[in-house]
């Protein structure tokens, strides 16, 4: 009985606390004039496990600067980004990519499927990364998710915008990642198509639990989100 209360205790706090945890997170460059310009200062927040967070702001307001750190791909000039408890930029480059590797997947604007894979082979290849044995079976069944089933064998240049970004939705969440950050993820398509991928994507969201983090500058998509964090100038305006 004690084993168990203590087992059952050590799931409830993993469950409370954030997935993305960011604090204090400052971006600065220096000019050729030599004054400094603050791309992020300060930002602060948390999103917890299931939550689907928009982020938001003008252009320039600092959206793909936060985006990029979030992931690890760009260095902070002060400030921690933690994915489950685990602060990026205390690891080297090698193991923020084996964080990443086991906890984020990515939608991208322009897709970004590797063009001599075909659909089934752009999905299996995070599972194999990973280790997976059964990576062809389970890549199989996300494209049937997606819609995808009758296309396992074309190359993205086969596939219309709308079906190469299911590719990529189904690459991000077959390897069940903590979480999915989606950088413009209807930013290529037209409406309707667009409109069919975030259907998808919070679908996804919902069933998996995986917590969804959508940089847009659509307000119409924002508003569909749990929550929205709001950039401007650099500074976190909404949370």
């Known amino acids: 009985m004690l084993n168990r209360t203590r087992s059952d205790s050590s799931s409830t706090a993993a469950a409370l606390a954030p ?8 971006r600065a460059v220096t000019s050729d004039g030599g004054s ?5 200062d300060k930002v602060s927040f948390r999103i917890m496990a299931g939550e689907a967070v928009a982020i938001v ?6 959206k793909s600067t936060l985006l990029g750190l979030l992931a690890g791909l760009d260095a902070p000039s002060s400030g921690s980004v933690c994915i489950r408890g685990q602060d990026l930029f205390a690891l080297d480059e090698d193991g923020r990519a084996a964080l990443r590797g086991a906890c984020v997947g990515f939608v991208f604007q322009s897709f970004q499927l590797l063009p ?15 280790g997976r044995r059964d990576a062809r079976q389970e890549a199989e069944a996300w494209l049937g ?5 009758a296309r396992l064998g074309h190359y993205p240049r086969q596939l219309s915008g709308g079906e190469q970004q299911r590719v990529a939705v189904a690459r991000a969440f077959a390897p069940k990642p903590a979480l999915v950050l989606a950088d413009e993820p209807t930013g290529n398509l037209d409406v309707a198509t667009g409109e069919a991928v975030i259907e998808l994507m919070f679908s996804l969201n919902v069933e998996s639990g995986t917590t969804l983090v959508l940089v847009t500058h659509d307000n119409a998509l924002a508003a569909r989100c749990g929550r929205t964090l709001r950039l401007s100038a650099g500074r976190l305006v909404t949370n």
């Open 36 to 40: 400094e310009l603050r791309i992020l």
């Open 145 to 149: 998710r997606v819609g995808l089933a």
């Open 116 to 130: 001599a894979l075909t659909a089934l082979e752009n999905v299996m290849l995070p599972l194999e990364l990973a």
């Open 19 to 26: 997935v993305l945890e960011v604090s204090e997170l400052c």
């Open 57 to 62: 702001g003008a252009s320039g307001s600092g």
